[in-house]
């Protein structure tokens, strides 16, 4: 089949090498891609919040099959316009995407649903939301209730810091998304991510991974998208993925069943494992990135087949089959990153890194200037290494790293740390 990727990505880079591998791809597209996924898939220029022109290239390229890599098309209901004009795609619904678009929503399902997640409150205005932090205490969570770039969430750790986040986000930091605020407890336990396939009736387990949130080394400084990963997450035994699956991923999907909005795609859930099992911090629903550019090296099944099987209510039964390996991932980001990073400098040396044992080198915000490649985002390069164990796969990273030649990047030095 002919297959569009949408996205311009690590998480792309990563998906577009694990389609290329399908027997059943013929001709692999993606917009608008990055200089990683040259090679393999055909680069195409596409409003993709112009549906329809999504939906008109789809069927001049006879392009029978949508994988949508970010969350924005996804609220946006790409899916469901691509659905009508009866073209398969990979991501759910626009209705189905509250689920990452609104956290009120998510945590209103939790409750109906007894999926064990922070007791919490909604809010719509700044005096009764600080009344409530203030019968609660600190630390408490204050969170912006719809999308807002990954910086919506103040983990307070007193009461005047999270009324200061009250008032920023009503006060319109986050416009829109900000017109509502959720206030839940602070949970304490240690984080992983999980991931579960989803056809709108049954639901598969995918992978784990630990993402590594903040900028700098021993978890300091300000959150980002995500600055290195490594799959799997040690703390998700099989025992601890069979509970998730029963007492938060099952329940979601049946509770999103009776609500008329199956969910299909990737459900992404954030948890926190405390002493009383896992909580759902939050659900993304989608693939993360940089969690996918660790996740998909380990899966020895056909990608594509996997994905167009949950898009087409079609999952297969038996469990994703994935390579005990360890996979790690550093991000290298631009000298500044998260608040202004500093386009424009020269990477040199990917070549060597991507030729040595058990690397790929993912590219997220490149580009080509003739044959140079020049920095042109925050998170720039994802160095990935497998090996034996986390310690191998960090050795083999760092390794890696040491021979690109860009003084205008940067990387944590730990990625990994919590699993050593
Ligand atoms: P989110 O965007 O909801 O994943 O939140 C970003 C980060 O904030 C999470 O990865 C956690 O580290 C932290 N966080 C969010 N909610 C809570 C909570 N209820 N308790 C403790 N930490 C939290
Ligand atoms: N790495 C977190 C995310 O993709 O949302």
Redesign the pocket.
């Known amino acids: 089949m002919n297959v569009l990727l949408i996205g311009s990505g690590g998480r792309e880079h990563a998906l577009a090498l694990a389609l290329s591998k399908s027997p059943k791809l013929q001709t692999l597209f993606v917009a608008p891609g990055n200089p990683g996924t040259r090679g393999l898939a055909q680069t195409v220029a596409l409003d993709v919040a112009n549906h329809q022109a999504v939906i008109d290239f789809c069927r001049t390229m006879q392009v029978s099959f949508v994988v949508v890599g970010p969350e924005a098309p996804l609220v946006a209901g790409l899916v469901d316009d691509l659905e009508r004009a009866g073209i398969a795609a990979f991501g759910p619904s626009k209705a189905a995407a509250q689920l990452e678009g609104s ?1 009120g929503f998510t945590k209103d399902l939790c409750r109906e649903f007894s999926i064990p997640t ?1 007791d919490y409150e909604r809010f719509t205005s700044a005096g009764p939301a600080k009344a409530y932090v203030a019968r609660k205490g600190a ?1 408490i ?1 204050v ?1 912006a209730d719809g999308l807002a770039a ?1 910086k ?2 103040i ?1 307070a750790m007193s009461v005047a810091e999270a009324d200061a986040a009250i008032d920023m986000i009503f006060g319109g930091a986050f416009g829109a998304a900000g017109a509502e605020v959720v206030v ?5 336990g240690e ?1 992983a991510s999980f991931f579960a396939l989803c056809d709108g009736d049954h639901a598969l387990a995918f992978a784990s991974a630990q993402d590594h ?1 903040r900028v700098g080394d021993g978890d300091t400084g300000p ?1 980002t998208g995500g600055m290195g990963a490594y799959s799997p997450a040690p703390i998700m035994t099989p025992a601890m993925t069979a509970r998730v699956m029963e007492e938060i991923i099952n329940p979601t999907l049946r509770g999103m069943r009776q609500r008329g909005i199956p969910f299909k795609g990737l459900l992404f859930a ?1 948890l ?1 494992i405390g002493p009383q099992g896992p ?1 759902l ?2 659900f993304n629903v989608r693939f993360g990135d940089p969690e996918t550019q660790v996740m998909l090296p380990r899966v020895q099944d056909d990608v594509l087949a996997l994905l167009h099987g949950a898009a087409t209510g079609a999952l297969p039964q038996k469990p994703v089959s994935l390579s005990p390996e360890t996979a790690l991932t550093v991000v290298f980001a631009a000298k500044g990153y998260p608040d202004a990073p500093e386009r424009g400098s020269e990477i040199k040396g990917v070549e060597r890194a991507a030729a040595m044992e058990s690397i790929t080198v993912y590219h997220a915000g490149t580009k080509l200037d003739g044959d140079k490649l020049i920095a042109n985002g925050g998170r720039v390069l994802n160095i990935t290494a497998r090996g034996a164990s986390v310690a191998e796969a960090q050795k083999r990273a760092y390794a890696a790293i040491d021979v690109i030649d860009w003084p205008g990047g940067f990387c944590r030095r730990d990625i990994g740390w919590r699993a050593l």
Do not use: S, Y
């Open positions: 956290k922070a630390p969570v969170k990954g919506g969430v983990v839940e407890d602070f949970l304490e984080e949130k959150n954030g926190m909580k911090i939050e």
